[in-house]
């Protein structure tokens, strides 16, 4: 597409996109959303183009401000208790309801973030691995702002099916658990051993960017020291993804 069509395409969507969403912060998120769905559907060249333009959304999406949750888990911390919180895939259930032998693993994830997507076969890995050392697992969905549309409960459990997802998948309504953990992004981790306490809490493995191109899985290395009885380290990583839609 020439440069003049494109520059008469963007300024109108950009416009409906902006009147269209509720704050800086609901403008970042929603801009992130509509331009995957709409440059989807272009040309291949155009999708080339508009390649910068996208991973530049993504970045503002991901970036930190201060609307996001303060750090509240740290390692050695106890695990929460929690209401019980619908499952998209089973029966619903509450934190403690989840631990098994070993402890537990809480993943904080959703239905359309780029990073969660590219990252699924890390998230299945991981299932298959806490379920072999006898350590329960959840994964909850947090975005509240999105609980309409994409991360609905039966958006969760389509998405849930489709994944080939073995774990439950929770709704956390009005980000209730994240806030309580601290979490800010998807996909985010924390372990808790058998005896309830926090033993790491971060990313999956050192490059989430790039899944595919990783060195160290750091969640299999966290249960193996864990289910060992040594001291985990590290015991925290930084979690990248995109950030927990929360409302505003």
Not at 195 to 204: D, E, T
Request: glycine letters at 6%; hydrophobic letters at 40%.
């Amino acid at each position: 597409m020439p440069a003049e069509a494109l520059a008469m395409e963007i300024p109108p969507l950009a416009l409906a996109i902006c009147a269209s969403a509720k704050g800086v912060r609901g403008m970042f998120n929603h801009i992130h959303n509509t331009l995957f769905s709409y440059f989807y559907k272009k040309t291949t060249a155009m999708k080339t183009t508009m390649l910068a333009i996208a991973t530049f959304i993504v970045a503002i999406a991901i970036a930190p401000t201060n609307t996001y949750a303060q750090d509240k888990m740290n390692p050695g911390d106890a695990l929460p208790s929690s209401a019980t919180m619908k499952n998209a895939n089973g029966k619903p259930t509450d934190l403690k309801g989840a631990v098994k032998e070993n402890g537990l693993l809480v993943m904080f994830s959703c239905n359309t973030c780029p990073f969660v997507i590219k990252n699924q076969p890390m998230t299945r890995k991981t299932m298959d691995y806490a379920a072999a050392h006898h350590i329960g697992m959840v994964i909850i969905n947090s975005n509240e702002a999105q609980r309409g549309d994409a991360d609905s409960y039966n958006a969760m459990a389509k998405y849930a099916n489709e994944q080939g997802y073995t774990v439950p998948y929770l709704v956390d309504e009005n980000s209730k658990l994240a806030d309580v953990f601290g979490a800010n992004h998807t996909p985010e981790i924390f372990l808790f051993n058998k005896q309830g306490k926090l033993v790491y809490k971060g990313a999956m493995n050192d490059n989430p960017s790039d899944p595919t191109g990783y060195k160290k899985m750091y969640i299999e290395d966290a249960i193996n020291a864990m289910v060992a009885g040594k001291e985990v380290n590290p015991n925290t990583t930084r979690s990248v993804g995109c950030s927990i839609k929360r409302k505003a």
